[in-house]
C-alpha cells in the first residue's frame, strides 16, 4: 500500500462557478478517476442548491463518476477542517487502493490547502465545554481573544464576521494550530478554469438565478422546518444567511437577491486572493481559459506520463544499483 505522500493527484479549483464539478467529471471518465469533495459545506446532507452539488453533473453522459465526502453529515453536526483531513487522507487511500485517479476538486482555499500541504492538526476535535463558554463571548471580545492566541496568519484568514468562525479560529490556536507531519501530496497537477472578471460575475448571476428558480428558498425552508435555527442557518453560508433574512422579513425579494449577488461576488475576489497567495508560496496553478476541457486533457496527459517516466527511471536505476553490487 502506497503512503499519502506518494499518491498522484489531480486538483480541480478555482473560483465558484468556474465549472469545477464540470471539468472534474469530464477529467475522471477520460482517465479513470474518483472524485474528492474539497468543498466545506458540501458534506452536509440537505444542502444542494445553496452549496451548488451539481449532482447531474456526476451521472450525466454517461456512467456515473463516483465522488467522495459529499453528503456525510447532519447539517446539525460540526464538520471542522480536522475532521475533513482525516475522511479526505482516508477517501484518497481507497481511491489509489483501486488503481484510480484521484481527483480532488473543490474552491475552499483553506481545506484545499491542509490536505495539499501535509497539515493536520495537533489536537483533537472540539472541547464542548470550552465551545459552549466561547459562543457565549461577545463578537468584539472573540475577536480580542483570537488577536491574542492566534498567529497573525491564522487571524488574517479568519472570517471575524462570524461568531461561530472566530470561535473556531481560538480553538485551532490553543490546540498548536496547524504542523507539519510529512503527509504533502507530491507534484500534484493543479488545474483552475479562469474567465475574464466581467463573465466570471455574468456567470455568478445566472448561476444564482438558476438556484433561486429551482427552489433555493424552498430549501432554506425545509432546513428551518427540520429543525435548524436561523443562527445556524446563518453559519452555513452565503445563500442560507441572505435567504433566511428574507424569509424572516428581514429584507426583500430584490434586496435578498441584489445583497447575495453582491456578497458571491466578494467571496469570488477573497478566492482569487488566496489562490494567488498559493502561487506566491509556490503551488503551480495552470489557469485554463474559460475551463479549456482540451488543453486540461493535454495537461493531465503530459503529466501523468512524466509520473509514469520517474517511476520507471528509478525502477532501472533500483536494477543497476542491485547488478553493480552483486558484481562487487
Same mark, same amino acid.
Given at each position: 500500500?502506497?503512503?499519502?505522500?506518494?499518491?498522484?493527484?489531480?486538483?480541480?479549483? !478555482?473560483?465558484?462557478?468556474?465549472?469545477?464539478?464540470?471539468?472534474?467529471?469530464?477529467?475522471?471518465?477520460? +482517465?479513470?478517476?474518483?472524485?474528492?469533495?474539497?468543498?466545506?459545506?458540501?458534506?452536509?446532507?440537505?444542502?444542494?442548491?445553496?452549496?451548488?452539488?451539481?449532482?447531474?453533473?456526476?451521472?450525466?453522459?454517461?456512467?456515473?463518476?463516483?465522488?467522495?465526502?459529499?453528503?456525510?453529515?447532519?447539517?446539525?453536526?460540526? +464538520?471542522?477542517? +480536522?475532521?475533513?483531513?482525516?475522511?479526505?487522507?482516508?477517501?484518497?487511500?481507497?481511491?489509489?487502493?483501486?488503481?484510480?485517479?484521484?481527483?480532488?476538486?473543490?474552491?475552499?482555499?483553506?481545506?484545499?490547502?491542509?490536505?495539499?500541504?501535509?497539515?493536520?492538526?495537533?489536537?483533537?476535535?472540539?472541547?464542548?465545554?470550552?465551545?459552549?463558554?466561547?459562543?457565549?463571548?461577545?463578537?468584539?471580545?472573540?475577536?480580542?481573544?483570537?488577536?491574542?492566541?492566534?498567529?497573525?496568519?491564522?487571524?488574517?484568514?479568519?472570517?471575524?464576521?462570524?461568531?461561530?468562525?472566530?470561535?473556531?479560529?481560538?480553538?485551532?490556536?490553543?490546540? !498548536?494550530?496547524?504542523?507539519?507531519? !510529512?503527509?504533502?501530496?507530491?507534484?500534484?497537477?493543479?488545474?483552475?478554469?479562469?474567465?475574464?472578471?466581467?463573465?466570471?460575475?455574468?456567470?455568478?448571476?445566472?448561476?444564482?438565478?438558476?438556484?433561486?428558480?429551482?427552489?433555493?428558498?424552498?430549501?432554506?425552508?425545509?432546513?428551518?422546518?427540520?429543525?435548524?435555527?436561523?443562527?445556524?442557518?446563518?453559519?452555513? !453560508?452565503?445563500?442560507?444567511?441572505?435567504?433566511?433574512?428574507?424569509?424572516?422579513?428581514?429584507?426583500?425579494?430584490?434586496?435578498?437577491?441584489?445583497?447575495?449577488?453582491?456578497?458571491?461576488?466578494?467571496?469570488?475576489?477573497?478566492?482569487?486572493?488566496?489562490?494567488?497567495?498559493?502561487?506566491?508560496?509556490?503551488?503551480?496553478?495552470?489557469?485554463?481559459?474559460?475551463?479549456?476541457?482540451?488543453?486540461?486533457?493535454?495537461?493531465?496527459?503530459?503529466?501523468?506520463?512524466?509520473?509514469?517516466?520517474?517511476?520507471? +527511471?528509478?525502477?532501472?536505476?533500483?536494477?543497476?544499483?542491485?547488478?553493480?553490487?552483486?558484481?562487487?
Amino acid at each position: 500500500m502506497k503512503r499519502l505522500s506518494e499518491l498522484r493527484c489531480l486538483v480541480i479549483t !478555482g473560483v465558484t462557478a468556474s465549472g469545477k464539478t464540470r471539468l472534474a467529471v469530464h477529467l475522471a471518465r477520460k +482517465f479513470q478517476g474518483e472524485i474528492l469533495s474539497a468543498d466545506s459545506r458540501q458534506v452536509y446532507r440537505g444542502l444542494d442548491l445553496g452549496t451548488g452539488k451539481d449532482r447531474d453533473e456526476y451521472s450525466s453522459a454517461g456512467e456515473a463518476v463516483p465522488v467522495h465526502l459529499l453528503d456525510i453529515v447532519d447539517p446539525g453536526e460540526e +464538520f471542522h477542517l +480536522f475532521r475533513f483531513l482525516a475522511e479526505a487522507r482516508r477517501s484518497l487511500m481507497d481511491i489509489a487502493s483501486r488503481n484510480k485517479l484521484p481527483i480532488i476538486a473543490g474552491g475552499s482555499p483553506l481545506y484545499l490547502q491542509a490536505l495539499l500541504d501535509g497539515y493536520d492538526l495537533s489536537g483533537s476535535a472540539p472541547e464542548p465545554e470550552q465551545r459552549l463558554h466561547l459562543e457565549q463571548l461577545p463578537l468584539p471580545e472573540l475577536i480580542e481573544l483570537l488577536r491574542k492566541e492566534a498567529s497573525p496568519a491564522l487571524f488574517a484568514r479568519t472570517d471575524l464576521t462570524q461568531v461561530r468562525r472566530v470561535v473556531r479560529a481560538i480553538e485551532i490556536a490553543r490546540t !498548536g494550530e496547524l504542523c507539519e507531519p !510529512g503527509a504533502a501530496l507530491q507534484d500534484p497537477l493543479i488545474l483552475a478554469p479562469k474567465y475574464p472578471r466581467p463573465l466570471c460575475h455574468q456567470r455568478i448571476e445566472k448561476r444564482l438565478d438558476e438556484r433561486l428558480n429551482q427552489g433555493l428558498v424552498a430549501e432554506v425552508e425545509q432546513l428551518h422546518a427540520n429543525g435548524l435555527s436561523w443562527e445556524k442557518l446563518d453559519w452555513l !453560508g452565503l445563500e442560507y444567511r441572505y435567504v433566511a433574512r428574507f424569509l424572516k422579513g428581514e429584507l426583500s425579494w430584490p434586496d435578498m437577491r441584489q445583497s447575495l449577488l453582491v456578497q458571491i461576488r466578494h467571496f469570488c475576489r477573497r478566492q482569487d486572493i488566496w489562490f494567488r497567495k498559493m502561487e506566491r508560496e509556490g503551488k503551480v496553478i495552470h489557469w485554463l481559459p474559460e475551463g479549456d476541457p482540451l488543453l486540461a486533457e493535454q495537461l493531465t496527459r503530459d503529466w501523468l506520463c512524466r509520473e509514469q517516466g520517474a517511476r520507471a +527511471f528509478a525502477v532501472r536505476e533500483s536494477e543497476i544499483a542491485k547488478i553493480l553490487l552483486k558484481q562487487e
